[in-house]
């Protein structure tokens, strides 16, 4: 069955650096894959996403590659800052319209000061 | 605009019973889709809805459903609870539910079965 594989698990890095999660999914069909943020106790919120036309994409401090040819995608965050701790999901569309989505087991990002 | 609602925020319930959860979508959005959020599976996808129909479905067994109602707003049911249904339960609903639309996430119903 479809199948997105996320790493790292855990990340650690200081206020200031880069942090990078790696994403690969199964589904040659998957043609839209967005990234979310969850806080604790509260759902998960989108902070960018990329459709199987584009290479990458860039929204201030944070970018995301897509390479359909190898399926992998990544999330590039710069410059972090301690409210960017939180788990971070990346997800693939398992249907055209993105309605029904297949998701990383997540990533737990600490950010030190 | 108002985000997604979900009720009850928490619930308790025990092995057998049944439980009905509800979700108000973004005013304007036509799909609402669930998903349930569990420490050692992750996220997994239930099933959508657009138009009072259901249009995709996960792989979960048949005590799990759910609905649409005219106006959006969805419930879903699961019967028979066993204590694996203690979960984290997200609805996301999205615009016109058509290509490559982005899904906006509730703030999810904490069910305990005991």
């Known amino acids: 069955g479809e199948n997105v594989e996320q790493h790292p698990s855990t990340l650690s890095v200081q206020e200031g650096d880069s942090a990078v999660i790696k994403c690969t999914y199964s589904?040659?069909?998957?043609?839209?894959f967005p990234w979310y943020k969850q806080e604790l106790g509260k759902g998960p919120q989108l902070i960018i996403d990329i459709r199987s036309n584009v290479g990458e994409k860039k929204d201030q401090r944070i970018a995301v590659t897509l390479n359909k040819t190898a399926k992998h995608f990544s999330l590039h965050i710069t410059e972090t800052q301690p409210e960017d701790s939180a788990v971070y999901f990346c997800a693939a569309s398992l249907n055209q319209a993105g309605t029904a989505l297949i998701f990383g087991k997540g990533t737990t990002l600490s950010v030190s000061s | 605009k108002a985000g997604v609602t979900q009720t009850p925020r928490y619930l308790i319930k025990t092995r057998g019973q049944q439980v009905t959860l509800s979700c108000s979508p973004i005013s304007g959005h036509r799909s609402v889709s669930w998903y349930q959020q569990t420490p050692g599976q992750g996220l997994q996808f239930l099933f959508e809805y657009f138009s009072e129909t259901q249009r995709n479905k996960g792989n979960f067994p048949g005590r799990f459903s759910g609905r649409q109602f005219s106006n959006s707003r969805s419930e879903m049911n699961v019967s028979t609870l066993e204590l694996g249904d203690s979960a984290l339960y997200l609805c996301?609903?999205?615009?016109?539910?058509?290509?490559?639309?982005?899904?906006?996430f509730g703030p999810g119903t904490r069910l305990l079965v005991l």
């Open positions: 589904d040659s069909a998957s043609n839209y």
């Open positions: 996301a609903s999205s615009s016109r539910g058509q290509f490559q639309e982005t899904q906006y």
